[in-house]
């Protein structure tokens, strides 16, 4: 199992290596977790000449190890007076002969930059850039077999809610109530916050839930998942509330069905992520809803609700095999609510048969 | 209302331009709903000689509004594909005419500072500091009323907890509920992940909740608190689970119960924040606990649930009037647990009462 661990860090190694960088320090969570195996918060990791190191600022009356670390890694406790570990990391690659250290230039804030060149003023700091979200984008079998779980509990969750009584409860506690839910079948708690839409709050990406109730006649769209071992995965569903929905509901929701299936079929091994995009986006534009539609209509999920790639007009890349993402078309008419569909799939090439659905939860126009 | 804000930015106006900056960028989220009011997530603010402008990115398939700005500040909605607002804002100081632009740089990476440069070359950027969080430092009545109705809430939800059944419960059901139950009386969410420690987990600052099950003889240390309108509280308490509690926990429970006493008591106006600290501290290194505490003793609450001052043996400075701080000393004894007690109050002059307790949840050591 440790094994995983040290073999990135021997990737992301070679990959300094290949651009003259002895030493790289990672410090956005998501990509210490990869590295790492679990880590405290706000704990560092340093890859470097003498070896690699974990640095973890003390966790206040805690556990210092908070987390599991894969035991080939060296875990060094800062006391909390030694304040930034970043800092404390770049003294360590100084006194390990380091001549330069690639650093996250997109995480680390410049304030934290600068005293690391305090620190160690002939320490050259070079950028990381997004090496190891890179890694990362292509997942193995365990990684996926987590995000399965996570959808399984995920459809859990949404199914047991469909079962209950909606109309007169307001979103901001249906909303906790699927995260109660998502916990109780295993989670370790929610991918993200929970958003649950009604009426003309229907349709709309990430709404956050308020005290609106469910009215009949209603659009519901609700959007939700699971964080399981680290990973997270996503679902969004609309639903109607009452006996029949009106024409212009039918109307809508098979409209954006049809553009969330065309981005599902898409998805093949060495597709252009902005090819995906385009047929999910495609319909809804030539039925006059470009204008208001999201810029993106699906990204990479895993350590991280939104991580590459994303699928957009100008996203430049292809897919991979093993690659998850969302494909999460939605349309939302001002001052009457919307439609959003959004599921989880593995890229798989069409001789395993295609892309594998995560999120089976039925994508039929349920009235509830 | 909307002059609460626009007083703001005219003091941060005044403090820029007293360090020769004709031009600001505000981008840390706590920072820009000081003084805009509330804004889309992303929004920054950038104060310039061309007036007041809240430069927000388009909300995917959402209102590119949400939140209340303040209805004299220039709302400007990026189009998705412009990016980053933060580069738009280096480019709409240039065409001010701004020559220097401060820059919150313990916010911003390196990465997006270096984006604005290139944008801008010729602008000159500085470092605004923590210049807003010291005006947030002092609050003003209204924001104290935000925080007595969060903390009225949170005692609430913690009151009803108390009279359920805890024994078999786990740690994570029993912080949902509690997030539950502030939702359900009125909070916009928790002010920050509860924390609910059973066993040799408890008195650990942010433990996070396990699947241990509450046991007979436990200590239960729970931490929790509610977000009204922005506006985060905390508290902190334990209990001892079943009929009698045993001397170990009562000595302990007496200890802490003492220092964190002699830690509110120490709130004054003109009170050096090490000496707060060290008022609450003091006897529990004394009682041979130091090794393990924290390394501060509290903190300040508001806009964010961890915000200036630090109550801590190195911080330099002294309270003001009207600051809300907590006081939360604890004592973990590894393998058996502990016992942290927690409140926010605000301080105020001996002429007005002295401080003011805003979580009144009782401190007796209670025996579920």
Same mark, same amino acid.
């Given at each position: 199992m440790s094994d995983v661990y040290a073999v990135r860090r021997g990737q992301l190694r070679d990959r300094c290596a290949a651009v003259g960088s002895a030493a790289a320090l990672v410090s956005r969570p998501a990509n210490v977790r990869y590295l790492a195996g679990g880590a405290p918060p706000g704990a560092v990791l340093l890859l470097g000449p003498g070896g690699d190191v974990l640095l973890s600022p003390r966790a206040p009356g805690g556990d210092p190890a908070d987390g599991r670390t894969d035991d080939q890694l060296r875990v060094s406790v800062l006391p909390a007076t030694d304040g930034d570990p970043v800092v404390a990391a770049a003294d360590l690659a100084t006194s390990f002969g380091a001549e330069s250290l690639a650093v996250e230039e997109h995480h680390l804030t410049v304030s934290r930059h600068r005293a690391m060149g305090s620190v160690a003023p002939r320490l050259r700091l070079a950028d990381l850039g997004a090496t190891v979200e890179q890694l990362r984008v292509v997942k193995d079998e365990e990684e996926i077999a987590c995000l399965r779980i996570a959808a399984e509990i995920t459809d859990q969750a949404l199914g047991e809610l469909l079962e209950s009584i909606l109309v007169g409860r307001t979103e901001r506690h249906l909303a906790l109530e699927l995260e109660r839910r998502l916990v109780d079948h295993g989670a370790d708690g929610p991918a993200f916050a929970t958003s649950v839409a009604t009426g003309p709050?229907? !349709?709309? !990406?990430r709404h956050r839930p308020s005290d609106r109730r469910v009215e009949e006649g209603d659009f519901l769209s609700v959007c939700l998942g699971a964080n399981y071992r680290g990973y997270r995965c996503e679902i969004g569903r609309t639903f109607v509330i009452g006996t029949t929905p009106a024409d212009w509901q039918i109307e809508l929701y098979d409209l954006v069905f049809a553009a969330q299936r065309a981005g599902r079929e898409a998805l093949v091994p060495g597709a252009a992520y902005r090819d995906v995009d385009h047929a999910a986006r495609y319909l809804l534009d030539s039925a006059g809803h470009g204008g208001g539609l999201a810029p993106w209509t699906g990204h990479g999920v895993g350590l991280e609700i939104d991580e590459d790639p994303q699928l957009a007009p100008a996203a430049m890349g292809k897919l991979d095999a093993c690659v998850p993402v969302t494909v999460e078309p939605g349309v939302h008419l001002p001052g009457r609510g919307g439609v959003r569909i959004d599921d989880t799939l593995v890229v798989r090439p069409e001789a395993d048969g295609g892309p594998e659905l995560l999120t089976i939860t039925t994508k039929e126009l349920l009235a509830l």
């Open positions: 709050n229907s !349709g709309q !990406g």
